[in-house]
Each structure stands twice: as structure tokens, then as C-alpha cells.
């Protein structure tokens, strides 16, 4: 059975998103991608900065509420249905619960085939990033470089610290049948 | 049975996205606003101009192809399963095709009680909105003002040419159960 | 003298970028479109949350500190210079000192013709164009409304609550010889 | 006299805007970071793709015309007067005219002491991080990577590709006094 699904999880700044966009580049076929921020910015404002939704806290860390859970349940099961009605998909999340994370997926895309990738980048690469981008929340970086790993089981690691997106992608596509 | 998806459709500036952001704010429960943009977002860069996927001709036409229209499907079937799985879902679209593109929308959504909303808005005044949101290419409020409607079934009808985003949200919002 | 410089002041969401925008659309000649937004991401991160900076308050206040309020002055002695450097420029601004902000900018555009247009908007209006942009701070509109508008002198007066961008900046534009 | 202005030229995608927020970041006084990006969103929607303002060519060539020059030398005036009202500016450019373009600033800029910092980037490595960025139009970064040095004079160097943003930046801001 042919790959339809990349799961790209390593915490932020880490460079999941362009490996996503470089893996569009270097498969032959359409990939789509998504991530959970397009998630996020689909909830209503007030879920974007409240207990029932997500908060950041000052320091970098990321609270989840239990309205936000459900509507992200929900969010995953159309990921999966979007593969499942034939598009090939990438999927760039923060597993912020580490294993537990990875098992909400597994759950929600029973039945396909996935290849699971853990993006890792050092923590004080990751934070440097994070100031080159702009961001004006801090510490998100460092608190998720090791901590969204814990537990998960992956096919394939790449590691951003001293390699380019695009070379990562190209090690992840050349799994891809 | 509740109403668990609302579909906006309106042509380009008229209106739709504010629209979706005030209905998220009236409504008393949690609704996930997606839309077509974050679709055409999600597509590898490659497809978002070219023959296979999305290209804007000059004068503010857009043309669809095939591998565009596969990966819609997909994705419109991803979005129903969101919905199914519990999510209020407001959906955000341009029907390009009018009563065929409703036509692939109840293919998709079948089984779930949705709320269709005509988002209208005078072909001169989305001119005008086109060119005070700064978009480059210009002409597609014009061109696709009318067109988007034509043999559309909505259960409602608003019109933001005099009416404010907010004030269309509440008379939607109204007919929520 | 040709007037080389048109400064719109108004409250959040009144339209001004939108006026803009039209704006340059409408007048013959280019003009460029210059704002304290862009002046805000201009300043480091660590500034643009701070007391010293500038800071949101909760219920849609603003407030600046002394170093915002420097680097200001410098960045409108640029916007000076570039229009007695020969460009056309239209500035968008929110005077929230009222007349103190415009003696500012009286101050740093000395000797040039200067438009002075006021951009008006219902209060309720404002904030219900708040919520469609989806601003995840709100209550900025209502603020803002009237007191950007104490104590200023205007040459021009335009309102948006009913009437649009294009329409205003057609207004404004038939003052420009 | 200490430096009030840094000047970051480097191609597309060679890494300027990271390090200038970095630079921010690390400098312990307030710096400004302006670029040529802005310039260009300042522009009229008409300029912004036309023969008379700016063109991407369709291998990633850029073209500038009579207008943008004209109201590009009076937004360079305008940076000038902000760094002599006081303001400390990092100055982010593509000198895509090599030497001429370095004497347009150095004209602008009489009188200033200002830090030339070239910017390099493998054309290979900058190629594939305009592909990780997601840009539609390519073939900039790897036309611009070696041309825009060319003739010019600098205070410092640094190269990205193997070297942090954050790690630039503090080269940089060791030369500041």
C-alpha cells in the first residue's frame, strides 16, 4: 500500500514547515499540507486566547482546554477523511502531549498507511530561530525541542540543528514509494 | 437536528470571510470557520499557478484544473467529516461553477443539516472593496459577483452592499438553532 | 503649491488603510502609502510589549512609552524627508494624543502642503468591523472613535459608517489639484 | 561617532531579515529595522507590477522601472533623516545594481557612520531555502546570490550558510560600539 500520510512532529521553530513545503516540492506527486496552526486560526477568537481554548503562558509554554480538544479530535478526523477520500497528505503538529499526541493520530487515520517523521533541532538552535523569525512570545522553542518527542515512535528522524529543509526532505521522499 | 455547518457563498470581496468571523463571535457555541483560501493555501506552490491546478487569468478570471479539482473533493470530504465528528463547521466558498459546485458540496456533506447562505454584494461596491483591499489582480469581484449564484438554492440570502458583516451574521446567527 | 502629503487620521477600523489603498488607485500620479502599522513592526520585538514601548491593555487600550514615543519623532522626520525628496505620500495614522499628535506632525512637516483628512466612523459600527477583521483584541474601534479626533483641524472630513473606501478616497481626491 | 545605521545587503533568501531581527534583539539600544520589502508594499497595487514600478520576470529576475527609482531615492532620504533625527535603523537592501546601488546610499546616507555588512549565502543553499519559504516565483535567490556583491565595499561579512542568523547578528553587533 502506497504512502498517503507524513506526520511531521518536532516542537516550534524546528522547521516542520519548510520541509513541508520543500517535500511538496521534491515528491512528484500533489502533496497537501497542513498543520495545526491553519487548525487554530480556524477556532474563534476567544478560543485562540482563553482557558476553554489555547493560551500562552509568558514563558513560552502552551495551555490546551478541553473545548479546544474536542474541536481538534474532530479536526483530525478530517484530516484523515481528506486522505482517505484519495489526496496525499503532510501534516506538520506540535505533539505537545509527546506519546499520547501520537496516539490521538493513530487513532484518527486507522486504516492508512503513514509515515511518521520526528523533526528534532537543538534547543538553543531552535531558540535562536525563534528570535530570527520574530516572534514576540519567547522560550516556545526551547520548552518543545525535546519535550514533543518524549514517547513517540517515528520511521524516519531528521534533524535540522546542521542539515537544510531540503535536504531533510529529500531524505524523507526517498521513503515515500 | 441542530444545524452543524453553515456555507457562505459569495463571490470575491463580498463579504464572506467577515462574515464567518462575526458568526463565530454571535454564536453562543464554538464554530470552526474554513474556507477555500486555506485550501488553495495548503496546494504545493507548484499547482497555484499552473494548468493542473489554479491560474488567475489577467483580467481576473480564475481557471480550475484537474488535479486541482481532485484534491478539492478531497478536501470538501475531510471538511464534512469534521462536521460529522462533532464541529460546528462554517464553510467559506466561491461557487465557481454555482449549482454545480453546490451540487459537489451535498455529495460531501450528505446526512448532515446544513444552513446554505447566499453572501451577495453589488458587482460595483466588491469592485470598490477589491481595490481598497490592495489586491493586485483585479477584476474578479466584477466577474464573479453574479455568476457564483446562478442556480444556487440557499435558505437564506444576505446582502452586505449596505449591510454591515455583523449585522449579516445576526441574521444568520438568528435561524441557528 | 501642490499638495504633496495627505495624512488621514482616524480611530481602529475606520477605514483609513482601505482610503489608502483607493487612494492611490484613483490619483493620477503614484503616491506612496506610509503608516504608524508599519512604523510598530518596525521596532524590535522586546519594544512592541512593553512599558517603555508600546503596550495593549486589555480592554483595547493603547498605551506608549518614552522610547516609542522618540523613535516616533524620528520615524516622522523619515516620512518628511521622503516627501520633500519629491514623493507623494499618504500617511495613516491614529492620533491617540488628538491635537498633540497632529502638532507633532505639524512639527516634523514644515514647509510642505500638506492635506489634512479626518476618517470618521460610527463607534458601534467600527467595532462590529472589528470582530469581522477578527482582531483577538477588542474594544480598540470603540475607544478610538471620537478621541483620535479632539481638537484636531481638518481640511477634509469623510465618514465611512455609510459611505465606502472608494468613494471617500474619490472625495478626497477631487481636493488634490 | 557611534554607528546609527547598519546596512544588511544580501540576495533573496540569504538570510538578511533574520539576522536584522536578531541584530535587534542583541543590540542593547532600541534599533529600527527597515527594508526595501516595505518600500515596495508602500508602493501603488499599479507599481507593483507593471514596467514604469517593479516586474518579477518569470525566472526570478527583477525589473525595475523609471517610477520606483524615483520614489526608491526619496524613501532612501527618508531613512537618512530618521537615523540623523536620532533613531538607531538597520537598513535590509538587495543591491541588485552591485556598486550603484551602494552609492545611492552612501549619497543618502552623508554624514552618517554607518556599518556595511554583506550578507552571503551558497546559491544552492539560498535556492533551497526560497523553495523551504514557500515563494511561487524561483530562481531569484540563486540569480542575486553572487550579483548583488558585486563592486560593492564592506565593513564586515558574514555568510549563513552554515552559520544561525543569531550567530551573524552577534558579529555584527560586536562591531557596534
Excluded at 476567544?46 to 482557558?51: H, K, P
Amino acid at each position: 500500500m502506497a504512502t498517503r500520510v507524513i506526520v511531521l512532529n518536532g516542537g516550534s521553530s524546528s522547521g516542520k514547515s519548510g520541509i513541508a513545503r520543500c517535500l511538496q516540492a521534491a515528491l512528484p506527486e500533489p502533496w497537501l499540507a497542513v498543520g495545526v496552526d491553519q487548525f487554530i486560526k480556524a477556532l474563534p477568537a476567544s478560543l485562540q486566547a482563553s482557558d476553554a481554548g489555547i493560551e500562552l503562558t509568558g514563558d513560552g509554554g502552551v495551555k490546551v482546554g478541553p473545548e479546544f480538544m474536542v474541536l481538534e479530535t474532530a479536526w483530525m478526523e478530517g484530516v484523515a477523511a481528506t486522505a482517505r477520500a484519495g489526496a496525499r497528505v503532510i501534516i506538520d503538529d506540535v505533539f505537545l502531549g509527546g506519546a499520547a499526541s501520537q496516539q490521538r493520530w493513530l487513532n484518527a487515520l486507522a486504516g492508512l498507511d503513514v509515515l511518521w517523521v520526528g523533526v528534532h533541532c537543538d534547543a538553543v538552535v531552535a531558540a535562536g530561530r525563534e528570535i530570527s523569525r520574530g516572534d514576540r512570545v519567547r522560550g516556545m522553542a526551547e520548552l518543545q525541542a525535546e519535550s514533543v518527542h518524549r514517547g513517540v515512535a517515528y520511521d524516519l528522524e531528521v534533524d535540522t540543528t546542521h542539515t537544510e529543509s531540503l535536504d531533510c526532505a529529500r531524505t524523507i521522499a526517498a521513503r515515500i514509494g
